[in-house]
Nanobody
Framework: QVQVMESGGGLVQAGGSLRLSCTAS????????MGWHRQVPGKERELVAK???????FYSDSVKGRFFVSLDNAKNTVYLQMTSLKPEDTDVYYC???????????????WGQGTQVTVSS
C-alpha cells in the first residue's frame, strides 16, 4: 500500500506563485510517474502536469509556460511550481502517484486527498 500526501496549497493573488509538494510513502514500490490533476466540483478531474521517473514531462495547454513540475526520485516527491497564477487556476489539486509494487511493468495509481488553491483577482 502506498500513501500520497500533498502540501502547499493556499490563497494567493493573481500573478503570484505557489509551490505544491507531494510525497509517496510505503514499502516495496517504485515510482513510474507522479503528477497533478485538478477538479472543480461538478466537473471531471483534469491532468495539469505529469512527470515520469525518467524525467519526461507533460502539461495541459492551460498551464504550459506557467507551471513547472519536477521530481525528486530519492525522496519520492513531486513538486509543482505555479507562477503567473490566474483566478481560473482556483481548484482542488490532487496528487497522483503511479507505481509498480514489485511487479515490473505494472502500474497502480494512488491519489492524495487534495489541496485547495485559491487565486484572488
Amino acid at each position: 500500500q502506498v500513501q500520497v500526501m500533498e502540501s502547499g496549497g493556499g490563497l494567493v493573488q493573481a500573478g503570484g506563485s505557489l509551490r505544491l509538494s507531494c510525497t509517496a510513502s510505503g514499502s516495496s514500490f517504485n515510482i513510474n510517474h507522479m503528477g497533478w490533476h485538478r477538479q472543480v466540483p461538478g466537473k471531471e478531474r483534469e491532468l495539469v502536469a505529469k512527470i515520469t521517473s525518467g524525467g519526461m514531462t507533460f502539461y495541459s495547454d492551460s498551464v504550459k509556460g506557467r507551471f513547472f513540475v519536477s521530481l525528486d526520485n530519492a525522496k519520492n516527491t513531486v513538486y509543482l511550481q505555479m507562477t503567473s497564477l490566474k483566478p481560473e487556476d482556483t481548484d482542488v489539486y490532487y496528487c497522483n502517484a503511479g507505481v509498480d509494487e514489485g511487479i515490473p511493468g505494472s502500474n497502480t495509481n494512488y491519489w492524495g486527498q487534495g489541496t485547495q488553491v485559491t487565486v484572488s483577482s
